[in-house]
């Protein structure tokens, strides 16, 4: 390996051992072999590092942290380490097929903006089915808060950026770090965050290049975060985002989280705040209804059976983008 990497790879983790090993794995095996990969053990963990100091490779290093801070501390404590001009994010349950960082390296050498963020589409896998997301790229002068929260269908993921996806200059994540006060939707914020800046731009690899793991039976911090902090986020940031992605955010991922409490008062608020502040549109309205309608469960259920059906009935991709990792 050169002095210098080309990429330095983050990964925050802290008691997952078994979880962070595939992560680095994965990392490790991408065809671009000049790298470093930073494992971040967000405190105390005798167990993960006993998993990492197992792992027989010189490119991998372990930075431990005194006390938890949360993903987005870790995440700001490994590129601190980065050595490399690029950081390349990865979530410890996620994994990258190996010509992941070749192929956004690729886009960036085409990028036009000094400082573009190169993210990718992505396999959702879940349970019950496996999916493509984002179902379509942005168009051309399209703003990217529309873009990551106008849905053109009654289900998420028509535009989207996952936080292992994500790849961009080390200059731009030090000159804006992830905001260690966000539970949820840390990606988005630091997207939007990083993108008022006059010379960042986002751009996509357009092949999956990501497996997302969605154990729904394993605890996440996504899935347990109050609405009430995420509304608090949403009333922060609504300076970074159109009108029309505010009334989005709010009646759809602000809404799935407030929805369990069943509460006329807190619908009343949400439709209202996105009304007074935001654009809705109508599958603003339609998301809005079925989200506090619908279960959950059931929700995910019918989501899953649709887009597992559609995706059986588009024509094959092209040669190169299905692997083993996505047939297995």
């Known amino acids: 390996m050169s002095d210098t990497p080309a990429v330095s790879v983050v990964i925050p983790t802290r008691n997952r051992p078994e979880l962070v090993t595939r992560a680095a794995h994965s990392a490790l095996a991408q065809s671009v072999e000049e ?28 930075v431990e942290l005194p006390a938890s801070g949360g993903a987005p501390a870790a995440r700001n404590a490994g590129v ?15 994994e990258w097929l190996p010509h992941k960082l070749a192929a956004q390296l690729e886009v960036a050498r085409e990028a036009s903006a000094p400082l573009p963020i190169v993210a990718s589409r992505l396999v959702n896998r879940t349970p019950r089915a496996e999916f493509v997301i984002p179902r379509r790229l942005p168009d051309p002068g399209e703003p990217p ?63 999956p290049l990501v497996i997302w793991h969605q154990d729904e039976n394993r605890p996440r911090i996504s899935l347990d975060s109050p609405w009430q902090a995420q509304f608090e986020w949403l009333r922060r940031s609504r300076p970074l985002m159109t009108p029309r992605a505010y009334a989005a955010l709010t ?78």
């Open 35 to 62: 790298i470093e990969v930073i494992v971040v053990v967000d405190g105390p963990d005798t167990a993960t590092r006993s998993a990492l100091d197992a792992v027989a490779d010189a490119r991998l290093r372990v």
């Open 80 to 94: 601190r380490q980065a050595r490399a001009p690029w950081v390349a994010l990865l979530d410890d349950d996620d």
């Open 145 to 207: 808060s529309e873009y990551f929260t106008v849905r053109r269908g009654l289900f998420h993921g028509d535009g989207f950026i996952q936080t292992s996806t994500i790849m961009a200059p080390t200059e731009l994540f030090r000159r804006v770090p992830f905001d260690p006060t966000v539970p949820r939707m840390q990606e988005l914020d630091w997207s939007l965050r990083a993108l008022s800046h006059d010379d960042v731009a986002l751009t996509f690899a357009d092949e």
């Open 251 to 328: 009646m759809s991922v602000i809404s799935s989280m407030a929805a369990p409490t069943r509460s006329g008062k807190v619908f009343a608020t949400l439709l209202r705040e996105a009304r007074r502040h935001g654009q809705p549109g109508t599958l603003d309205y339609l998301t809005f209804a079925q989200i506090w309608l619908i279960p959950p469960d059931l929700r995910r259920t019918v989501r899953d059976m649709i887009l597992k059906r559609r995706r059986q009935t588009q024509p094959e991709q092209p040669a190169g983008i299905e692997s083993d990792a996505l047939r297995r």
